[in-house]
């Protein structure tokens, strides 16, 4: 392959990135991905996965989140992406895709629809600088300009940082739910979109 025909720049820093939807000075903007971030957000999954294991925290392994979820998310243009220097260094689903083992929860928010927050993930070497809460301040912010009526998530009970990231932000913890391949359970969380 020449240089001419390598396409990993374009992967990596698009030449013309698509209008920012949401942004703060100290932070890249948040835009809707397209199939040109897949490798970047594969890429930071896995470093995520692999940060988690050394600590302990197996919430996520090879199985899931995988390739083919991460293009249906940019098909279906559910993945949003943070660029910072033009490099892709977080990534999160929404949707209103809630899995079944949602269902037999006491959700507070009875009426309305359910935004869902999925694969929220941080570059290990932009952890604790602030990616994280800008992009939940970008799924509420979207979650009141499309009309949702609240935000559901989920956490592993082994990620210490992300239960404390949730309930900061004022979500409630409404019971738990158990993945498959996983030991601990998930701590399912709802917020009330005002």
Not at 28 to 42: C, F, I, N, T, Y
Request: a negative charge; one cysteine or more; glycine letters at 6%.
């Amino acid at each position: 392959m020449t240089g001419t025909d390598d396409v990993s720049a374009d992967v990596l820093s698009p030449p013309h990135p698509p209008a920012a939807l949401y942004s703060i000075d100290v932070m890249g903007h948040v835009e809707r991905a397209d199939l040109r971030d897949v490798p970047s957000v594969m890429r930071i999954i896995t470093l995520c996965s692999e940060h988690m294991r050394a600590q302990c925290i197996n919430q996520w392994d090879e199985i899931y989140p995988n390739l083919r979820i991460v293009e249906e998310d940019v098909r279906s243009g559910s993945l949003f992406v943070v660029r910072q220097d033009g490099q892709c260094i977080a990534a999160v689903g929404l949707n209103d895709v809630q899995p079944d083992e949602y269902r037999p929860l006491p959700w507070q928010c009875e009426t309305g629809r359910a935004l869902v927050i999925h694969r929220l993930c941080v570059h290990p070497d932009w952890q604790q600088r602030g990616a994280g809460r800008h992009l939940m301040d970008f799924a509420e912010a979207f979650a009141k300009e499309h009309g949702f009526s609240c935000i559901r998530l989920d956490a592993y009970t082994g990620n210490p940082r992300a239960l404390a990231l949730y309930e900061k932000r004022g979500y409630h913890r409404i019971g738990q739910a158990h993945f498959p391949r996983r030991e601990l359970p998930f701590v399912c969380f709802e917020k009330i979109v005002e």
